[in-house]
């Protein structure tokens, strides 16, 4: 085979994967582009998560685009239909409801009880969204201030006037 033929095959490859990232990307569903976290009631407040965003322009600590995977964990691959995408609540569940079972294992419960409230320890997006935060501050130092605290995802309730 010539060189320019090798060329011309390598500049296909990379356009597939460059093409194939672009249509990865797209599969953020309309209307889903900045999501709402209230599962969990707690003092931290609400988190609105830029949906589109981890997905269109945020990396993993490894400088890698974030995936459907990444987050949705039951996930194989790309899905078929984004639309259908489950959902953390649609298995796992709080404390005191019954358990949800996927694969033929018990779901994780999104928090367990600590007296009145939450133990903030155990939900179930500490595991997935903190981690990953953590262990991308830790690749990119630069970033710490922008993903490292709490503040920066979940918003203050605002006190109610009298």
């Known amino acids: 085979m010539s060189k320019n033929y090798k060329w011309l095959i390598g500049l296909l490859v990379i356009g597939f994967f460059a ?4 249509v990865l990307a797209a599969d953020v569903p309309k209307g889903k582009e900045v999501l709402k976290i209230d599962i969990i009631k707690g003092k931290k407040g609400v988190v609105k998560f830029p949906h589109a965003k981890h997905v269109k322009e945020f990396k993993d600590a490894k400088g890698k685009a974030i ?7 039951t996930l ?36 367990k009880k600590k007296g009145e409230g939450i133990d903030r320890k155990t939900v179930i997006f500490h595991k997935r969204c903190v981690e990953c935060h953590k262990a991308v501050a830790k690749a990119n130092p630069e970033m710490k201030k922008k993903i490292g605290k709490c503040k920066n995802c979940h918003k203050k309730k605002k006190k109610k006037k009298k």
């Open 67 to 73: 995936t459907c995977k990444n987050c949705h964990h």
């Open 76 to 111: 194989r691959g790309p899905p078929k239909n984004p639309k259908k995408v489950e959902k953390c609540s649609d298995c796992h569940v709080a404390e005191g409801q019954p358990q949800k079972t996927h694969g033929g294992k018990k779901a994780r419960l999104l928090a």
């Open 19 to 22: 093409l194939s990232s672009l």
